[in-house]
């Protein structure tokens, strides 16, 4: 699925990843755990390809394919998805009309039909239902106007309704009452399967009580410095993260 080795990347002038290996395959769910600072988003929104971070060294390979040759765009039709843990508002932008956009893109790289304006209703409803979104939401300006977890849950509808092969959810737990994270992780498991892998970036242990990963990683000072079970989260729960150590 997705292979990375020896990745190091800066924001300007600053060195934030110093050297990240790490494998996923599909079927997985991986975690990413870690202090303030220590690098988390700046790995998924690496991964992604947001121009503002420049990876100096190291590869990821995605299917095969060496991802950072391509553009986000391009990583994005070949099954690379990122929910923001800030998602941004798209004034004038539809949120019926950018799914569509994004579901046709996605199928036609795919050698696949547009959906027809009938079959997408029908597709985007089915989505719509699986994770306990207010069906007005999507037919409103992208997140204008949406509370905190009713932007998480469309990332969440995005995540369903594109299906891609690699998701990373970027702290997407944050802001989150108890209510609003339950659902938040029933929709990642309904999409959780033997096809694809998830990647979850997340400060605190909360949600991989609900989503539970086959691998934690721990993150500090720009590299991985242990790497465990689901266990690995309790313990960082129980004593913070003082006793892992970077360089």
């Known amino acids: 699925m997705i292979n990375i080795n020896d990745l190091q990347a800066n924001i300007e002038d600053t060195q934030i990843l110093k050297g990240i290996d790490l494998e996923i395959k599909a079927g997985e769910v991986h975690a990413i ?7 988390k988003s700046t790995l998924a929104n690496v991964i992604a390809g947001r121009p503002e971070y420049k990876v100096t060294q190291g590869s990821v390979t995605f299917d095969g394919k060496e991802l950072l040759e391509l553009e986000p765009e391009e990583r994005a039709r070949e099954g690379v998805f990122l929910a923001f843990q800030y998602p941004t508002e798209l004034p004038g932008v ?3 009309q950018f799914l569509k956009a994004a579901a046709d893109s996605i199928r036609v790289h795919n050698g696949e039909e547009e959906y027809s304006v009938r079959e997408f209703d029908q597709k985007l409803k089915e989505c719509v239902s699986q994770v306990a979104i207010d069906p007005e939401l999507v037919k409103r300006n992208i997140n204008e106007g949406f509370s905190g977890g009713e932007k998480k849950r469309n990332e969440i509808l995005q995540m369903t309704l594109l299906n891609p092969r690699l998701a990373i959810l970027d702290e997407t737990d944050s802001g989150l009452d108890i209510d609003a994270l339950r659902i938040v992780a029933d929709g990642v498991n309904n999409f959780r399967n033997k096809e694809n892998a998830v990647l979850v970036v997340t ?4 949600l991989l009580n609900y989503i539970v990963p086959d691998k934690v990683h721990v993150l500090v000072n720009g590299k991985i410095v ?9 313990e960082l729960e129980a004593k913070g993260y003082d006793w892992v150590k970077g360089d």
């Open 203 to 206: 400060h605190y242990q909360r």
């Open 33 to 39: 755990m870690g202090p303030n600072g220590s690098g």
């Open 94 to 96: 539809r949120a019926w």
């Open 226 to 234: 242990q790497s465990g079970g689901p266990e690995l989260a309790l």
